[in-house]
Each structure stands twice: as structure tokens, then as C-alpha cells.
């Protein structure tokens, strides 16, 4: 099945499946710690946290009998019964967040004008003026909206001007009562459940400051190649934003091309819901790649690592050549032939105990294999259920290897379906005509998903149904 490796100089066996391959690899990674973190936080830091634990609400909510309507505040015994309008003096003003039980006595009325919540022995037979959200009295039993009453409107802002009201009796009583939403002990999450907006506003009114989250995976990305260096615009180089060619600038003579692939692992990571440690590239030579992967695991809390490039069985393929060297750090090595395309080489260690996973160098290929092998694993760590395929419709037919599950990044149309999405060398009629090949990146520009085409398959038709990752990215024109 497998291409496991624990001793120097080991050789790949048989071609292990995509699902081996992905069992593998979260067979080495388990949920983070649950962390207690502010609810202040997590409004904004909460998108990609989970809950460690079930939560349950501490208080009521609504703590008090409110209003939820502007209106007058009544007893219902003082209405007739028969829906006829009544006449009733206007005794107080009560509105959202009034200090309870202080009151103070109305020029010329017989009655205690109150502020906050009545006392429930206030005098029968009366109106209070009240506000959406304000404590409804004790001794009130209903709201009639302002609409359905002589006052017609309140001003906003405005005092208290009217000393009586005429009102009936309505269908409804426009009053939300005390803890009908929410009570103490109701489950308001579980463990596993993603941290959202809904969830950290109701756990404040719950009467929570804090939620039980899994620590955010912290992931260290690295890509390898001598060849690679930072991306950045030479100072001889006029920086150009309208896609015109630039006759004036000569082709680079040095082989040297922009690290583009430690960039997308950092992208990609952070879009997978982890902290991100991004180290960029590092020279085809064991031991500046050994000192480089001493730096990560030496610091703080990294709970994955992830390379790019030089895995396969090449002569700089210097990822390949620490795995199979005799090494105190090492531990736990596997490569491994995946029947995948692209993204067939594969490996998988463990360097001072931080879990590793090595993935091929072709951008395309380290795309793929990311979504593949390493977002499920930020999932688990992060306590979540790794993204599932669905099943969809294809618009158009292509060609498609067997022996291996092709993957194609698509985009879905308006109707559902998917197409190919390709890159604008294709359009041109130039290269590859989709994203399949490795080093066709500009592909992914349109994909919003990649379709998981079964080995059995030599040829998919327009109409047919094909497994569909969702990427679920906020970068790219399709996400």
C-alpha cells in the first residue's frame, strides 16, 4: 500500500491511494488544547476558531420582561374586554437602560412618574409612555404600539407631553418575557461547532465573557530551490499594472525565478484558519534545509510543518535527501508515490517531534496537494471536520489519465455546474488547457473547487457527475 521509510536510504514501494495518503496524513496530527478567549477577541479574531467544549448560557435572556413595541406599557383588566377604546392617565416614561425603581413625582398628577421599573404596587386604572427594549412594569401585562393609539407617534428625542391617552385593547401583547429566549444551562454550542457571529452575540447576552476555543494551528511554510528568490521588483524594473508588454526589459539571464510557492502555502494556511510562519525559500542544500527546519521547530508552539519543493528523486531534490539521511531529529518518515496527478510525490516525518508534510515542488502541484493533505490537517488540529466533495454536474467534456485520480481546478457557473478553469495561456491557444499541468498557475485564478476525477476514468462527458472539492478560498476571482 504505503512508501514507508524509517531507515536511510529507503525506496518508495507500491503507489499508495489518494484516501491512503490522506489517512496518513491525519494520522499524525490530533485537536489542539481548548483555550478560554474573550468574547472581545473573538469578534474579531473568531472566523476560523472552534469550540473545545459545549457551551451553555448563564443567565436569561431577556434578562426582564421588555417591550417590543414603542407604546404605552398597560394593564389589560383596565381595557374593556369588548375591544372599545379607554381613556388612561399617562403616570411615567420608561426607556432602554432607565435605572430600576427610581421615580420622581409629576407636576400636578396624582401619580408617580417613573423612569425605571414601577414598583408592582403602582396604582391601577394608568399608562406608561415606554420604549422598544425598555423594562415593562410589573404590574403591566401588554404593550399597545404607539400606532394603534390617540398619541399617533413619538417625537424622537422628545419629553413627555401627553397626560392621557385613548387605547384598546390588541391582539397581541408586544411583550418579550423574561428568559422566553434563552435560560440558564440551554446548549447554546457543542464541541467542534465553528465560532460564529450569532454565536459570540449570544453567548453575551447569555451572560458568557468568554467562549472555550482550540488553539489556532500554527503552521511554518517553507519552500525549497536554488533557483528561487524573494519576489520583488528589480530597482532597474519600472513597475507595470496595465499588462502591456515591456519591450524595454530583457529576459532575466540568471535562471532566477520569484518564490511564488512559499507565498501560496502562507496564503493558503491562513485561509485554512492557521497562524502562519512563513520562513520563504531555502537553497538545495541539506544543511542550510536542516538548520532552517531547526529554526521553526525550535519556536513557539508550531504545530505543523509544511515544505514545498524537492521531494521526488533528483539530484538537487534536497527535501529528499534529509528524509533519507540518518538523522536524531527525524523520525517517523514516509514517502511515497501518491496516484495522483498532479502531485504524485509525497512525504510525510516528523522533525523534532512537529509533524511534517513535504509536498511537491510544481506550484500546481503543491496547490493541489495542500488542499488535499495539509487543509484537513489544520482542520483537525483546529478541532473542525475537514471539507467533504460533493457531487456535481460537469459542463464540458475533457480527457483525463487513469490509473490515477486527476484533479482539475473548475469554477462553477450561475446553473450550477462546473467547467474548466483555465489559464490565459489556454485562451491564447497556448499551453496546457486546463490547471493539470504543475506549473500552470494562472489556472487556479478562476477555480473555486477541484474535481476529483476517479482513477477508472479514462474520459469525462459533458453532463457527467464528478467529486468536487470546494476551496472555499478568499483569494482568487472564483472564491
Sequence with gaps: MSAESTTPGSTPGSTRSLTEHVAAVLARVAALPAEDVGLDELAVEGPGRVLGADVRAVA????????????????????????????????????PGSPPDRRRRAAGAGHAVVEGRPPAHHATGAAVRIM??????GWADAVVPVERTSTGRFVAGGPTTEREVTLARQPRGHVRHRG?????GDLLGRAGDAVTPALVAVAAS??????????????????TGSELVPARVGSSSPVRHDGLPDEGRAADPTGLIPDSNSLLLAALARAAGADVVRVGAVPDDADALRAALDRVAAGPGVDLLVTTGGVSAGASDVVRAVLDGDDVRLADVEVAAVALRPGRP????????????????????AFVSFALFVRPAVAVLAGREPVRPVRRTVAEAWPSPPGRTHVVPVRSLPSGVVERAVSPGAVRGEGPG?????????????????ALVHPDVDKVEAGDEVDVLPLDLPFGAGA
Excluded: C, I, K
Excluded at 132 to 137: R, W
Design 60 to 95: 436569561l435572556v431577556p434578562p426582564f420582561d421588555a417591550a417590543a413595541m414603542d407604546g404605552y406599557a398597560v394593564r389589560l383588566a383596565d381595557l374593556p374586554a369588548d375591544g372599545s377604546p379607554a381613556t388612561l392617565p399617562v403616570v411615567g416614561d420608561l426607556r
Design 132 to 137: 422598544t427594549g425598555a423594562p415593562v412594569p
Design 180 to 184: 422566553e429566549d434563552v435560560r440558564p
Design 206 to 223: 447569555a451572560g458568557l465573557t468568554a467562549l472555550p476555543v482550540r488553539r489556532r494551528p500554527r503552521v511554518a511554510v517553507l519552500s
Design 346 to 365: 509525497q512525504a510525510l516525518a516528523r522533525w523534532r517531534g512537529v509533524p511534517w508534510v513535504a509536498l511537491p515542488g510544481n506550484p500546481v502541484s
Design 434 to 450: 486546463s490547471g493539470a499541468a504543475g506549473h500552470a498557475t494562472s489556472a487556479l485564478l478562476g477555480a473555486d473547487a477541484l
